[in-house]
T-cell receptor, first 110, second 113 residues
């Protein structure tokens, strides 16, 4: 079957760095996306990895290793506003193969 | 900025009712999607459409149908609502392929009594 695994909760300290991991098992794979969702809000796109390696966008970076079926989202210089749920999503061989992980709830302490 | 709007933020319906959820995007996107989001399950794809009048089933199409008569509008239909369809429904659109960035609407929280 198809699945994405990510931790359900992560807690970090303001100003620190946190890594949210995602392992996937899909039939056909094109890339891994990351979305952020604040409570009561809509998911918003953060990054996409179509190739192995690191993609950096400001304080956020995302990494993909196809050989390990693994990716992660790295958040640096954490701010309180980064408290949200983060979803990884795998793009498969067709739109019907788009699957989302169950989400990681990131809580940030002062 | 891309804007995706959904017809209702909150909706309460009774079992057996026919329910229409409307989604409109203003950026001429080819692809539109309907998801439901439940605690602990993430987002699950119900249906998507890659062109007017074209649709494909996602992971959980049972109990749902869709309609796309115009490019900007994608409707989700619950023919006979049931309590297990109580959920948050999210619409999204994307410009390019399905792997492209998806832009989500604010969601409709549907409660079926």
């Amino acid at each position: 079957g198809q699945s994405l695994e990510q931790p359900s909760e992560v807690t970090a300290v303001e100003g620190a760095i946190v890594q949210i991991n995602c392992t996937y098992q899909t039939s056909g794979f094109y890339g891994l996306s990351w979305y952020q969702q604040h409570d009561g809000g809509a998911p918003t796109f953060l990054s996409y990895n179509g190739l192995d390696g690191l993609e950096e966008t400001g304080r956020f970076s995302s990494f993909l290793s196809r050989s390990d079926s693994y990716g992660y989202l790295l958040l640096q210089e954490l701010q309180m506003k980064d408290s949200a749920s983060y979803f990884c999503a795998a793009a498969g061989s067709s739109a019907s193969k788009i699957i989302f992980g169950s989400g990681t709830r990131l809580s940030i302490r002062p | 900025d891309v804007k995706v709007t959904q017809s209702s933020r909150y909706l309460v319906k009774r079992t057996g009712e026919k329910v229409f959820l409307e989604c409109v995007q203003d950026m001429d996107h080819e692809n539109m999607f309907w998801y439901r989001q439940d605690p602990g399950l993430g987002l699950r794809l119900i249906y998507f459409s890659y062109d007017v009048k074209m649709k494909e089933k996602g992971d959980i199409p049972e109990g749902y149908s869709v309609s796309r008569e115009k490019k900007e509008r994608f409707s989700l239909i619950l023919e006979s609502a049931s309590t297990n369809q109580t959920s948050m429904y999210l619409c999204a659109s994307s410009l390019g392929g399905w792997a492209d960035t998806q832009y989500f609407g604010p969601g409709t929280r549907l409660t079926v009594l």
